[in-house]
């Protein structure tokens, strides 16, 4: 099974700018979680999607939004780009259905550079 | 709200030796999973070892075992017989039972391996 994929690998933008993010999860795997990395602040949740439907939602400001399609490829945003917003962000997906494995299984990421 | 902490921001082992890392959470859940992720250089997140709460024995994954001590909330990481391909960032995180994926992360610990 090809693992969780992440587009862009980098990505370098402007203040004030916005950018979407892209995540196709492991086939079958229906659940896709977002996390934000930076150094200061460490791993922190943004949001969780599961079956087109956001479950979860970390403490981000409304600037942070996404959305998942029906074949369970998410896309994250980020309207008017802070410098603060640089980071690491990675997404999870997991398999959820029918009580299975609660191990999530990221990507590699895509490392976002606001300028 | 849980929180994890990791009190070793950086700790170092020679090859072959055995390490521990430690990790302590505070949650009022009586039933969670804990885990313990891998981060090398490449940024790809991996999954070492993971422990559900209801189970007493602790989780041993080839050359890695967990220390967990519900009572203490103290969930360490022993690393037996250390590899150079250890290096990296280690971290621990907690998931509340109830499917709804938000991990909590610890800040992480750097582990090196020397040689």
């Known amino acids: 099974k090809a693992g969780v994929t992440q587009t862009p690998r980098y990505l370098i933008k402007t203040r004030g700018q916005q950018v979407t993010l892209s995540c196709s999860p492991i086939?079958?795997?229906?659940?896709v979680s977002w996390y934000q990395q930076t150094p200061g602040q460490g791993l922190q949740f943004l949001f969780e999607y599961f079956s087109e439907t956001q479950r979860n939602k970390g403490n981000f400001p409304g600037r942070f939004s996404g959305r998942q399609f029906s074949n369970s490829r998410s896309e994250m945003n980020v309207s008017t780009l802070e410098l603060g917003d640089s980071a690491l962000y990675l997404c999870?997906?997991?398999?959820?259905?029918?009580?299975?494995?609660?191990?999530?299984?990221f990507g590699q990421g895509t490392r976002l550079t606001v300028v | 709200a849980q929180t994890v902490t990791q009190s070793q921001p950086e700790m170092s082992v020679q090859e072959a030796e055995t390490v521990t890392l430690s990790c302590t959470y505070d949650t009022s859940e009586n039933n969670y999973y804990l885990f313990w992720y891998k981060q090398p250089p490449s940024r790809q997140m991996i999954l070492v070892i993971r422990?559900?709460?209801?189970?007493?024995q602790n989780a041993t994954e080839n050359r890695f075992s967990v220390n967990f001590q519900k009572a203490a909330k103290s969930f360490s990481l022993k690393i037996s017989d250390s590899q150079l391909g250890d290096t990296a960032m280690y971290f621990c995180?907690?998931?509340?039972?109830?499917?709804?994926?938000?991990?909590?992360f610890g800040k992480g610990t750097k582990l090196t391996v020397n040689p």
């Open positions: 995180a907690f998931l509340p039972w109830g499917g709804s994926e938000k991990l909590v």
């Open positions: 422990q559900e709460a209801y189970k007493q």
């Open positions: 999870a997906s997991r398999d959820i259905t029918g009580g299975k494995d609660t191990e999530a299984f």
């Open positions: 086939s079958g795997h229906r659940s």
